[in-house]
């Protein structure tokens, strides 16, 4: 089962920015919609940021002008740059496919922001 593979997390202090990578073998990103996810010591997983195969991109609302999602489909990774980061943005981030995440979930990366 394709896995993908989630890098670039780390300590960063609140205000700070931080850029999330995503890649995964094969055509996935060029024919499915992907998706960033994040999950928070004691909740659950919860739906970031989307890209469609076509390019659109959507938010949740509580990263909405802070977060951007993007894609190099040449590079087969998608990339989340994350700015204006927040202590409830703390969690460990992993990427799958939207709306459906059908790969297996990766190891995730863990973003800690420090008040």
């Known amino acids: 089962q394709v896995q993908p593979v989630e890098s670039g997390g780390g300590l960063v202090q609140a205000g700070g920015s931080l850029r999330l990578s995503c890649t995964a073998s094969?055509?996935?990103?060029?024919?499915?919609?992907m998706g960033w996810y994040r999950q928070a010591p004691g909740k659950l997983r919860e739906l970031v940021a989307l890209?469609?195969?076509?390019?659109?991109?959507n938010y949740g609302d509580p990263v909405k002008g802070r977060f951007t999602i993007s894609r190099d489909i040449a590079k087969n990774t998608v990339y989340l740059q994350m700015n204006s980061l927040k202590p409830e943005d703390t969690a460990v981030y992993f990427c799958?496919?939207?709306?459906?995440?059908?790969?297996?979930w990766g190891k995730g990366t863990l973003v800690t922001v420090s008040s």
């Open positions: 799958n496919t939207h709306p459906i995440p059908y790969l297996g």
């Open positions: 094969g055509s996935i990103f060029r024919i499915n919609g």
């Open positions: 890209i469609t195969s076509g390019g659109t991109t």
